[in-house]
Each structure stands twice: as C-alpha cells, then as structure tokens.
C-alpha cells in the first residue's frame, strides 16, 4: 500500500504525559499536512510542510505542540504536557505542491486523554 | 482567515433521490474547492473537486457547482445509492496552501 500512513492509530495517555505521532506521507509528494478534527466537526489545520520546511502554522497550535519533517519525508508531530482538551483525530494529508492538488489523508491517530 | 460554512449538517434521502450540500466561503482569493467524503474510522478522501476557472464540473452522479461571485459552491449526488451513505466535507483553498474545511454533513440514504 502506498498510501499515506500514520502511527499509532489510538493512544490512550495521562494528562501531562508527552505523546508523539508519525505520519509517513506518500513518497513523491512534497507537501504535508496535519489536521486535527473532533467529533462532529471537520479537519481544523494545524501546520503544513513543503519538503523539510514549515511553511505555516496555525494560531490553534500552541506552544505545546510541535511538528518536523526533518528530511522531508516522514514527520512527526508532538504534544507535550497533554490536556484532555487534546483528545481527537489527528490527521496526516500529503499532496504534490502546485498545482493545487488532492490531499491524500491517512486513517488518522486518536488521542484519548485521560 | 476563510471561513467555510457548510449545510445541512445532517441529510435523510431515499434511495434514488438527489441530494444537496451546499458550502459558503469567505475569502475571494480561494481558487480551489474539493470534496471529501469521509466514513466511519476512516480519513477523507475526495470525490471531487473545482477550480476557480470553472462553473461546473461532472463525475458520474456526482457534480459541483460553483458561483464566485456569490461564493459559493454545492454538491450535488444523483440516483443515491446506500452505499453514498456517509459525511460529507466541503473545503476551499488559496492555491493548495491550507484548506479549510466545512463542518460537515452527515448523509444517509435510506434503502
């Protein structure tokens, strides 16, 4: 499958715990994405990535959040000290750069904290 | 920043039936509107998408219109099937930079 593929899937935590979560995008896009979406609502945009830079990052995304894309291929996004407020779908999308073109998401990684 | 606003939120059709979602936007510079449908457990994946240059786009049942003067955009499914039973998602975008997604809508078509 060469799709685009995220890692774990659920995660259950401690509020305050630090968690990470990987997304592998599919190998000749240049653009990566994360999403955040709770239930009953759509992807809400957290940053995205065009090779190994950050190219913008959302308000949304606090201090304790954090994203890399060190070689850009695979990248990695970061809560740390997490809130129950944190608790939702993470979404990876990856996509070539111009012109405008299809997100391709993964299966998502969800986050319940406790 | 776009503001995307999407209804209904929920949708009930018979099978057969046509059904419409309609999505507004905010920003004039958004050139790009794909949407995605999304089931349970599963991430988005689009089923259609128009740019700016276009007022109307086919695929099979599904089409999108488009009207950048009032903007906004629809979905229109046709002869729906139970297996388009799912949520659906409008988006906009400046020249795939970020998207912005509507809130959703939950359709279900009853067999």
């Known amino acids: 499958d060469t799709g685009v593929s995220q890692n774990p899937r659920h995660k259950i935590t401690k509020r305050g715990q630090n968690v990470t979560f990987r997304c592998d995008p599919i190998?000749?896009?240049?653009?990566l994405y994360w999403y955040r979406q709770t239930l009953g609502q759509g992807p809400e945009f957290l940053t995205y990535f065009q090779n190994e830079a950050q190219l913008e990052k959302s308000r949304l995304l606090s201090d304790r959040f954090s994203a890399e894309r060190p070689k850009g291929s695979f990248s990695t996004l970061e809560i740390q000290r997490t809130e129950q407020g944190d608790s939702a779908m993470y979404l990876c999308?990856?996509?070539?750069?111009?012109?405008?073109?299809?997100?391709?998401f993964g299966e998502g990684s969800r986050l319940t904290v406790l | 920043g776009e503001n995307v606003e999407q209804h209904p939120s929920t949708l009930s059709v018979q099978e057969g039936d046509s059904a419409v979602i309609k999505c507004t936007y905010s920003d004039s510079a958004s050139n790009y509107f794909p949407w995605y449908k999304q089931e349970l457990g599963k991430g988005p994946q689009l089923i259609i998408d128009?740019?700016?240059?276009?007022g109307e786009k086919k695929d099979q049942r599904i089409a999108v219109t488009l009207n950048k003067t009032a903007k906004h955009f629809s979905l229109h499914i046709t002869e729906t099937q139970p297996e388009d039973s799912a949520v659906y998602f409008c988006a906009a975008s400046i020249s795939g930079n970020q998207f912005y997604f509507g809130t959703g809508t939950s359709l279900t078509v009853i067999p």
């Open positions: 128009i740019r700016s240059n276009v």
């Open positions: 999308a990856s996509s070539l750069a111009a012109p405008a073109g299809e997100l391709f």
């Open positions: 190998s000749e896009h240049n653009r």
